[in-house]
């Protein structure tokens, strides 16, 4: 990996988050502008945080919003009792 | 909702629960129920575990919430709360070592072009049997992060909390949390995009 590569790799992360000081920031950006290879590692990655984030949220099943209630409501009646 | 108004809410159910009212312990348990569990079952990868952690961290919670300050958001009281229940589950459990994810072997992973084919969420078909398949690649995908790395990634991409949100939840530094959380991605590509080219091949 060359030298530029290697740094655009460890700092692409920061980039997607906007978490780079400004002229870092623009240092990725010419980067990422010019290299079909770190543009594509910018893209799989963009790709796989948006993925994870629509496919990971669960609803809780109702049996177990059933048994977190009463399991609740039990504690806190025995403490109160 | 805006998070002004949302911790506006948060302080009120809060209040209201202190002085006895149990609609507000309900509005907080299903405000927040969701995404404890989601966190759980992402963390633990058992919906027996995950249930157990919403169970207790809102066990916890409701014991402890007389003393809660006013100043710290309920919703990372909360997580700070789950996220230590995962771990006593976690000690309790089979060995599970915390193993280090080297950036420069991720590195080397990425030399090939083309190697990471991630499909694009925004482009996938409304299949359901589809969307069921890639949830569980998914699923399992994160479920294989060690440890550490599951935790940042669970509370900074899953959860939605900021790099100081996650630092202080976690107790540890911001850089430790982006440094993690960039190792997490890593993998998680390279997990996915592997059970991708499989099921593409098969």
């Known amino acids: 990996m060359k030298d530029a590569c290697r740094r655009c790799f460890q700092k692409v992360s920061e980039y997607l988050d906007g978490e780079l000081e400004r002229e870092i920031c623009e240092e990725v950006e010419a980067h990422l502008r010019e290299c079909p290879q770190c543009s594509k590692c910018y893209d799989s990655l963009r790709k796989t945080i948006q993925l994870c984030r629509e496919g990971a949220m669960e609803e809780i099943p109702q049996d177990v919003h059933r ?3 009463s399991a609740i409501l039990e504690c806190l009646e025995k403490r109160e009792g | 909702m805006k998070k002004a108004a949302n911790d506006t ?16 312990m309900e509005k907080i348990i299903e405000k927040y129920e969701n995404s404890i569990f989601t966190f759980g079952l992402k963390m633990c990868g058992h ?6 952690i919403v169970q207790e961290t809102f066990l916890n919670a409701f014991r402890y919430l007389e003393g809660f300050r006013q100043e710290t958001k309920l919703r990372n009281w ?21 193993q280090e994810l080297s950036l420069e072997a991720l590195g080397q992973l990425n030399g090939s072009e083309g190697t990471f084919d991630i ?14 398949e890639l949830k569980q690649v998914i699923q399992d995908a994160i479920v294989s992060l060690p440890p550490k790395y599951r935790f940042v990634f669970n509370l900074r991409d899953i959860q939605g909390f900021n790099t100081e949100e996650t630092a202080e939840i976690m107790g540890i530094s911001t850089q430790s949390v982006k440094t993690r959380l960039h190792r997490a991605r890593l993998f998680l590509r390279e997990k996915i995009a592997s059970r991708y080219r499989e099921g593409k091949t098969r």
């Open chain 1, 67 to 69: 048994r977190l209630r």
């Open chain 2, 9 to 24: 809410t948060d302080q009120r159910l809060i209040a209201q629960f202190k002085a006895g009212s149990a609609e507000a």
């Open chain 2, 47 to 52: 919906r027996q575990d995950a249930e157990d």
């Open chain 2, 78 to 98: 909360l997580f700070k709360i789950a996220a230590r229940v995962c771990q006593k589950k976690r000690r309790k459990r089979k060995y599970e070592p915390d």
């Open chain 2, 119 to 132: 499909p694009d969420w925004s482009q996938l078909p409304s299949d359901e049997v589809l969307t069921a």
